[in-house]
């Protein structure tokens, strides 16, 4: 799974690196948690936007907004099949930017120790997500949630689970506007190399998303 992650960039980094017109604000975090606003990138068929989004998918036909804490998750085995995601997989994709996430490995003591985990040979990188956008009245929210797949056999030594991350190449492709069918899109993902993964465990700290400053993604090994 993926229940927090970082984004440690400047907007004009962003911009060059996903190719966006329109300037847009969000500040560094070191520990973005579910509910929370992320910065995502979606494609109108022309060009990429970037915008912010609410961390927790709320289905635009849910009658309760809350519903959005228990969907920051998307299984990819499925997401073309159950109805919160088969839509949005067919015509709402997009990247949720990141530069790491972290993850808690279970000790032998029973403890959990929190990991941050980025990529070996690249700063920014980009979750696969599902956007959607829900109004009652006046109350309007987009919302988004993570892809998750089995871990890899670098991530399986910390979770069973982890978030599907787009290799630089494929990025594009996951927002192509022009291809709409939710399973040829599932098995695109599948079909993807895995980025090779680098992890050292960090302070207990960022158990609280209170905390977000630099020392959650300080290592605690000298």
Partial sequence: MCGRFTFVANPEEVMEEYQLDEPF?????????????????????????AGLMNW???????????????????????????PSYKRLMSR???????????????????KKQPYRISLKDRHLFAFAGLWDRWS???????TCTILTKDANDFMSNLHHRMPVILPK???QNWLDFDVKDPTEM??????????ELTA??????????????ESCVQSIVE
């Fill in 136 to 142: 009652q009245g006046d109350d309007e929210l987009v």
């Fill in 169 to 171: 190449s494929e990025e």
């Fill in 186 to 195: 599932k098995e695109f993902l599948f079909e993807m190399p895995h980025e």
């Fill in 200 to 213: 050292y465990e960090v302070d207990q700290r960022v158990n609280n998303p209170k905390n977000d400053d």
């Fill in 92 to 110: 709402r994709r997009c990247l949720i930017v990141a530069d790491s996430f972290y993850e808690w490995k279970k000790g032998e003591d029973g």
């Fill in 25 to 49: 604000e969000f500040p560094v975090r070191y520990n973005i948690a579910p509910t929370q606003q992320v910065l995502a990138i979606v494609n109108d068929g022309d060009h990429n936007r």
């Fill in 56 to 82: 927790g998918l709320v289905p635009s036909w849910s009658k309760d907004r809350s519903i959005g804490s228990k969907m920051i998750n998307a299984r990819l085995e499925t997401a073309d099949q159950k």
